[in-house]
């Protein structure tokens, strides 16, 4: 049986959700209910559409060359565990890109959930900790001065997160407009 995720979602081309050129993977569903969150529309668990884990990862393995890496948000992608862990095993195993996740979990939190010691193995960053809105930044890629950054490898350092730009505007080819970052402006 093949396992699914729920996908608010994909965006192939993004600069500012974290260094370089990266693919987006926004989950849908989330339970913790941040006050102040600035992506309200992936917290409904049903949102979206469902994806099977392989269709994902073909998405992925289309992306243009230039892309440097994935980013994986949400919605909560930790409440998405088990076929996450499946996506970037494949990720890891047969590309080059590096792997950033966002979660409202703590880093302890995150080590008591089955299967974090496999999932740490299959991060470059993890940006872990709940919005808070008392205590909101909204610049380098850190949404409130709480969030903790986690480097699990050597391919980025803090340095590389200053760099990143705060929000971008996508003109899809369809007309859409697509608004990201950790600072989105409003229209």
Same mark, same amino acid.
């Given at each position: 049986?093949?396992?699914? @995720?729920?996908?608010?979602?994909?965006?192939? =081309? =993004?600069?500012?959700?974290?260094?370089? $050129?990266?693919?987006?993977?926004? @989950? $849908?569903?989330?339970? /913790?209910?941040?006050?102040?969150?600035?992506?309200? %529309?992936?917290?409904?668990?049903?949102?979206? &559409?469902?994806? &099977?884990?392989?269709?994902?990862? $073909?998405?992925? +393995? =289309?992306?243009?060359?230039?892309?440097?890496? /994935?980013? *994986?948000?949400?919605?909560?992608? @930790? +409440?998405?565990?088990?076929?996450? *862990? +499946?996506?970037? +095993? $494949?990720?890891? &195993?047969?590309?080059? %890109? =590096?792997? *950033? @996740?966002?979660?409202?979990?703590?880093?302890?939190?995150i080590h008591k959930m089955p299967g974090a010691s496999a999932l740490m193995g299959l991060l470059d960053v993890c940006i872990a900790g709940r919005f808070q809105q008392a205590s909101r930044l909204a610049h380098h890629l850190a949404g409130s001065a709480n969030k903790t950054f986690h480097f699990l490898t050597s391919r980025y350092s803090p340095a590389n997160f200053e760099q990143v730009e705060q929000a971008e505007i996508i003109l899809a080819p369809d007309g859409e407009i697509r608004i990201s970052g950790i600072n989105p402006p409003a229209l």
């Open positions: 049986m093949t396992s699914a @995720l729920q996908v608010h979602h994909l965006e192939p =081309s =993004s600069k500012v959700n974290g260094p370089g $050129q990266r693919a987006v993977v926004w @989950l $849908q569903g989330c339970t /913790l209910a941040c006050p102040g969150c600035f992506n309200p %529309l992936t917290h409904a668990p049903k949102g979206g &559409a469902s994806y &099977a884990v392989d269709s994902v990862y $073909q998405w992925v +393995q =289309s992306l243009p060359p230039e892309s440097t890496g /994935l980013t *994986i948000s949400g919605g909560e992608p @930790l +409440q998405q565990l088990s076929p996450l *862990i +499946q996506l970037l +095993q $494949q990720v890891r &195993a047969n590309t080059t %890109l =590096s792997v *950033i @996740l966002f979660t409202g979990y703590t880093w302890e939190e």
